[in-house]
Structure formats: structure tokens, C-alpha cells
């Protein structure tokens, strides 16, 4: 296996043969040397900086019904919320002032927030913030309104594919589209958006074979960020009392995605460190360079329950800063508040 692992990380490719192989063959051996060329190849590219994103939960409306979701259309336990324009911008505020150079804007699909509404907000952010990055992750709508929060200053825009497999991401998503979540990746990178694809790990019926197409996905789509993390079951969902993902098997797949596209920024997730409290740690090791804090208001905090167990629900901003940047710096790491766009467009 070893030499599988050299030639993946020589040439950035492996058959998709060989790439089942691996992952049928991962002992704790192979597993160690996997991370450490994945480790050496960000290295590389990236250094030691870990890239610090501010995210802010801004609705859990949504009106999809994906059956993993805590904060599915269905769920009526949800507590529903909803922040003002000046509850988001005063949460950028704190995070500027903390530090944070990039905010994350997520939430449900929401058609409260109609395109006027999010373009007020992301341009009233890149006004009132200097140099700063605007993410957005509200999943999918047409190529128009992509264009419009483009031309508002968005910047980056995470939409994971949630599963290559087209039979099962029909069985997890009804009345949703695989070909319209593709298309969407298709149509943000073509605006010009830095874009951000990603799956689950450990989804009910999930086999290797279903994480090799979603590793030659991306490797086709070659998107700047991509963004795994294990799944984990949320008691008001109809996968309630399904098996979690586990952060063993998202360290390895984070290891194979950092060998297929070197430059990609790759976080180590919330659900990460939720599944595992060293789970962020272990994630940075196999190859992950970025980390997303949670800015939004602690009362809300709670109620974007995506999953059972989600951590830093109770902790201020301040507190969370704090906490990442020791738990990075104990993983051999650096904290790096700037932008930290893909080293394609970075200026130095
Ligand atoms: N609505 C946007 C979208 O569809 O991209 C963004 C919000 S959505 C809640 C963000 C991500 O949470 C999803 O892409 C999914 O991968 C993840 N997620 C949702 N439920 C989860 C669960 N039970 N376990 C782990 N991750 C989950
Ligand atoms: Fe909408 Fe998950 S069901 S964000």
C-alpha cells in the first residue's frame, strides 16, 4: 500500500481501482503513512498556518427536507431563529475585532432572505470591513442570483455535493436534484467564485466504493476548498437512530483529498471535533489547514442543531479563539488570521 500512497502523492492521481484498494486496505501502518505524506504535502504548499474562518449561523429556516438535517423543513422541535441584518454585521464586528479577516455566512434555505436582502448584507460587510472575505453556504439557486451576490462582493461559496453516490444522495434528499447540486458547482466556479464542494463520512449505506466517486468528483471539479466531516445522527431526524461517521475514516479521506488536490484548503470540521474531542487535532495532522470558529450569537447557538452533540454551543467568541488557537498550536501548527485564499490567489 505503501507505494500506493507514494505514487498518489507523486502524480496527484490514482485509478479509481487503486484508490479502492487503499481504502479497503487502510491498517494502522499505512493509515501513519498516509497522514504523514498528506502532512509533508501541505507543508509544502501551505506551511504551518492554519487558516482562521469566523462563521456565523445566521437562520435555521430552511425549506428542504434532507434527512440527516437537524434543521430540516420537517423538524418541528426545531426552534426556529432568524438574524437581522445589524445582529450579522455586529457579529462581524466582534470577529473583526477578534482577528477574523473572513466570515462565513450559513444557514438553511431561507427565501426570507431574498437576493436584495443578501446582497445588502455582503455589501454592507465589504464596506464596513476592510479587506476582508465574504463566504456564503445557502445552498443552491440559479445562475442569476449567483452572479448578483458575486457582484455584491461575495467571494467564496461552499455548496458540498453532500454525496457523489446518485442513488443514495436521492434516498437522503427529497425533491431535491443531484444534477441541480452539481450544476451549481458548476455554475458558482464559472462566475468566478472561489468554491467549496464536500461530503459526509458515514452516511447510512455508504461504501468505499461511493468515496472513491466522490474523490474522482473533485478531482474533476478541482474546487479550492472542500469541506468533510463525519455524520452524525440528530434525534428529531428520520436517521436518528442511525450509526455516526467516524474520525478515523474522515482523517484518512481528508489525507486522500489533500494528496488529489495539494493547494486545496481543507477544514478540520466542527463535526470533527464534535465526534472526537481531539478530532480537530487529529484532522490538521492528516492534512487539513483551516478551522472554522463559530461568531454567532451564543443564544442561538444551540438551536442550529444540524446534529446531536455539535461543540462550542456555551462559548463566547473570545473563548473559542482562545481555545482553537491552543488546540492548533498543540497540533505543531500556526494561527494565520489573514484572508488565506487559495495559494493560486495569493499575492506573495
Ligand atoms: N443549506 C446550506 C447547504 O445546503 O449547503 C448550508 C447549511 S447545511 C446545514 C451545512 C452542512 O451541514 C451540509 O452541507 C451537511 O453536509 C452538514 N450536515 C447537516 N446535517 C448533518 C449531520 N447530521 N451530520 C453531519 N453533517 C451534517
Ligand atoms: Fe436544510 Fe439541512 S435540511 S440545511
Redesign the pocket.
Known amino acids: 500500500m505503501k507505494k500506493l500512497i507514494d505514487e498518489l502523492k507523486d502524480s496527484n492521481n490514482l485509478s479509481p481501482d487503486k484508490l479502492l484498494l487503499l481504502l479497503n486496505n487502510m491498517d494502522n501502518e499505512n493509515k501513519q503513512y498516509l497522514h504523514t505524506k498528506a502532512d509533508e504535502t501541505r507543508l509544502h504548499i501551505y506551511g504551518d498556518k492554519v487558516y482562521m474562518r469566523g462563521l456565523i449561523e445566521f437562520t435555521n429556516f430552511?425549506k428542504n427536507n434532507?434527512k440527516?438535517?437537524?434543521?430540516r423543513k420537517g423538524n418541528r422541535q426545531a426552534q426556529r431563529y432568524r438574524l437581522s441584518k445589524e445582529e450579522i454585521i455586529g457579529c462581524c464586528a466582534e470577529g473583526y475585532r477578534l482577528g477574523y479577516r473572513t466570515f462565513v455566512l450559513?444557514?438553511?434555505?431561507d427565501n426570507f432572505y431574498t437576493d436584495e436582502r443578501i446582497m445588502d448584507i455582503v455589501s454592507t460587510i465589504k464596506s464596513s470591513f476592510d479587506d476582508v472575505a465574504v463566504t456564503l453556504?445557502?445552498?443552491e439557486k440559479t445562475y442569476e442570483t449567483y452572479k448578483k451576490y458575486f457582484d455584491a462582493g461575495a467571494d467564496r461559496y461552499l455548496?458540498?455535493h453532500?454525496t457523489n453516490s446518485r442513488e443514495l444522495y436521492d434516498r437522503l434528499h427529497p425533491n431535491m436534484s443531484y444534477d441541480n447540486r452539481i450544476r451549481c458547482l458548476y455554475d458558482l466556479k464559472d462566475i468566478g467564485y472561489q468554491i467549496g464542494a464536500g461530503f459526509?463520512v458515514g452516511l447510512p449505506g455508504q461504501t468505499n466504493e461511493d468515496f472513491v466517486k466522490d474523490l474522482v468528483f473533485l478531482k474533476e471539479l478541482q474546487p479550492h476548498m472542500v469541506g468533510i466531516?463525519?455524520?452524525?445522527?440528530?434525534s428529531d431526524t428520520p436517521l436518528a437512530n442511525e450509526k455516526a461517521g467516524t474520525a478515523d475514516k474522515t482523517c484518512i479521506l481528508l489525507s486522500l483529498i489533500r494528496l488529489i488536490l495539494p493547494e486545496v484548503l481543507l477544514p478540520a470540521t466542527t463535526?470533527l471535533g464534535s465526534i472526537d474531542p481531539k478530532g480537530r487535532e487529529q484532522g490538521l495532522k492528516a492534512g487539513a489547514n483551516v478551522v472554522m470558529p463559530n461568531l454567532s450569537p451564543i443564544g442561538v447557538r444551540e438551536k442550529y442543531s444540524?446534529?446531536d452533540g455539535k461543540i462550542c454551543t456555551g462559548d463566547e467568541a473570545a473563548q473559542c479563539r482562545h481555545c482553537i488557537e491552543n488546540r492548533i498550536k498543540s497540533a505543531g501548527y500556526q494561527v494565520d488570521m489573514s484572508k488565506g485564499d487559495h495559494i493560486s490567489l495569493q499575492n506573495n
Open positions: 430552511c434532507c440527516y438535517c437537524g434543521i450559513q444557514g438553511g434555505e453556504s445557502i445552498g455548496l458540498r453532500e459526509m466531516g463525519p455524520f452524525m445522527p440528530q463535526a444540524l446534529y
